[in-house]
């Protein structure tokens, strides 16, 4: 039996107009109601996602910025953070002046950029739209996640950001047109992981739901890793069972295929 229901947000428990249908909502609320934790594992900012924590009056604590922060909507309170050294996210953006690419860089605070709103209208689309515009980065503070937008694939440019990975930075892919750089550590697998431990519910007792390659130490970690028929070749590859796609109810359709009727 499963103790725990983890989601991630885009392109799995919402749709493609980036909203929660009647029944995935109805299926979550369900699954609560017979005591599964649930957690939202998601890119976003936890302030962009205090809606859906409204909406589904979650309590427990929830993984935002691919795992670089563990916010609780209860307290209203960061319980944890792993922001990417100053030194290192300062050298990274001198970094990505080379390409055309705008970017917001996110903080346990709120999530700013040098660009116009007309160069992010890719990110606002998806709820990222308490953006707060600056001319410095330099004196930002507990740099969570720095958010690259890019126009569609781009082989080359991309291959070439990817080479800035080290030691102190990691580079994942979380949608068709955002590369997000986070410490090495965070991950949406580990701060899930952090928070069952508080609960002590172990690894075979979680079922995660992802699309994309952010979500795919989730989705290995998990008990049972369940990829949405949208998802992305490599998430596809790294899970359990695969549903159907972010449209058609998936979500749905998998809690109550290995929640919900178990």
Do not use: W
């Amino acid at each position: 039996m499963y103790k725990m229901a983890v989601f991630d947000i885009d392109g799995t428990l919402l749709n493609s107009q980036s909203q929660i249908s009647k029944e995935n909502l109805e299926a979550v609320k369900k699954a609560k109601e017979l005591g599964i934790k649930i957690i939202l594992a998601t890119g976003k900012h936890h302030l962009s996602a205090q809606p859906l924590y409204q909406l589904l009056d979650l309590t427990d604590p929830q993984v935002s910025c691919n795992g670089a922060i563990i916010y609780c909507p209860e307290s209203k309170k960061i319980i944890k953070t792993n922001p990417i050294d100053k030194e290192t996210y300062l050298s990274t953006l001198e970094k990505l002046k080379e390409f055309p690419f705008p970017s917001v860089v996110y903080t346990a605070k709120g999530f700013y950029s040098t660009y116009s709103p007309e160069d992010l209208t890719k990110i606002i689309r998806v709820g990222e739209n308490k953006i707060e515009y600056i001319t410095d980065y330099s004196n930002l503070e507990d740099v969570a996640k720095i958010l690259l937008v890019l126009p569609y694939h781009l082989k080359r440019e991309e291959k070439l950001i990817r080479d800035m990975a080290n030691e102190n930075i990691s580079v994942v892919r979380t949608s068709e047109h955002f590369l997000e750089f986070v410490a090495p550590a965070s991950n949406k697998a580990l701060a899930v992981k952090y928070i069952a431990d508080m609960y002590n519910i172990s690894e075979k007792e979680i079922i995660a739901f992802g699309d994309s390659e952010n979500d795919v130490e989730m989705l290995k970690m998990a008990g049972l890793g369940v990829c949405m028929g949208n998802g992305s070749k490599i998430a596809k590859e790294n899970a359990d069972v695969i549903v159907s796609d972010n449209d058609k109810n998936g979500v749905k359709e998998g809690l109550y295929r290995f929640v919900i009727n178990r």
